[in-house]
């Protein structure tokens, strides 16, 4: 049985909170943008991130999408369960469970019925919904709107969706061998970096970002990996989507076409423009769109605001529509 309880962290300005939520028995990052007083709006904006689903790296997008709404659309964000550092039950991580496990929530399917959990449990059932999926979460979205008839769906924004083929793409190619064999070898060096002070933390996280422009949200949280059960986690989750995420089910698409606005990069290793032209191919009257703007995969590290303002024209003409 799910069970779900809500305590509040902090708030980060007078609009937006850092919640966790009990889902499926794992404390959940959730946060949530929000009018104060609360808004009568029945439209909910839920955003499922990529991998690593940290919702802290969306926190620009999740601003600038409520900004736009004029402070009266709810923006919410789930993060994947025990990507978030103090969301991660002692023993309960894929180091110690999910290898033994042909089903755990730290899986790619576990994650699935984790959001279908989070939304069975608190979205109210008078609220209508904007989904917004980023590259894994984009093939989570699919799985929902599928399995999940009742939930009442606006549309479903998939952006830089790696919803087929991951193995085979670029960037699976040469990272898929060492997700799904030596992953282990990766917690090592995180987990003796664990122990450096956070101070020192920041320095080489914004070493690394040295020649970006990143927000500090970037910064927080990329802090979260250097958890070694996060990144276990993480990378479990991972060696999943390496497994799992195959062919395209186009009957899937098809079934939720009239719905569905796919968002493709111009120049994406984890889902290349032959991808789109596939999909496009198959689906010529759908939305389905190429990125112009040249941003990158991921895009919530730099192009936060950029892709908000992107998005916003299309998320209103389909409020206003519905």
């Excluded at 409520?66 to 039950?89: D, E, L, R």
């Excluded at 769109?289 to 916003?312: D, I, N, P």
Aim: one cysteine or more; charged letters at 20%.
């Amino acid at each position: 049985m799910h069970t779900t309880s809500e305590t509040t962290s902090e708030n980060m300005t007078m609009n937006s909170k850092d919640c966790f939520v009990q889902v499926m028995n794992v404390l959940t990052h959730v946060v949530k943008y929000e009018p104060v007083p609360k808004s009568s709006h029945d439209v909910i904006i839920l955003i499922i991130p990529g991998n690593p689903g940290v919702m802290t790296f969306y926190e620009v997008f999740m601003e600038e999408l409520f900004m736009k709404s004029q402070k009266k659309i709810p923006v919410w964000g789930i993060s994947h369960a025990g990507h978030h550092h103090k969301s991660t039950p002692i023993g309960q991580s894929a180091i110690t469970k999910g290898i033994q496990s042909n089903f755990d929530v730290y899986s790619l399917r576990g994650q699935i019925e984790h959001k279908k959990a989070f939304v069975k449990e608190n979205i109210p059932p008078n609220k209508r919904l904007i989904l917004i999926g980023h590259s894994i979460g984009c093939y989570i979205i699919l799985k929902m709107i599928d399995e999940l008839p009742e939930m009442n769906v606006i549309k479903s924004y998939l952006l830089f969706p790696t919803i087929e083929r991951m193995l085979a793409s670029p960037n699976g190619m040469l990272l898929g061998p060492i997700l799904m064999y030596l992953r282990w070898l990766a917690i090592i060096p995180i987990y003796f970096a664990s122990f450096l002070p956070e101070s020192i933390q920041k320095r080489l996280i914004q070493w690394h970002f040295r020649n970006r422009n990143i927000p500090g949200c970037t910064v927080q949280g990329v802090l979260n990996l250097f958890d070694p059960m996060v990144a276990a986690n993480a990378f479990y989750m991972a060696a999943h989507e390496m497994r799992q995420v195959k062919e395209c089910d186009y009957q899937l698409l098809e079934r939720h076409a009239s719905k569905l606005c796919l968002y493709y990069g111009s120049s994406d290793g984890w889902c290349p423009v032959n991808y789109y032209e596939d999909i496009k191919k198959s689906f010529p009257d759908e939305d389905i769109r190429l990125c112009k703007e040249g941003m990158e995969h991921a895009f919530c590290l730099t192009s936060s605001m950029e892709m908000a303002q992107v998005m916003w024209p299309w998320l209103m003409d389909d409020i206003n529509k519905s």
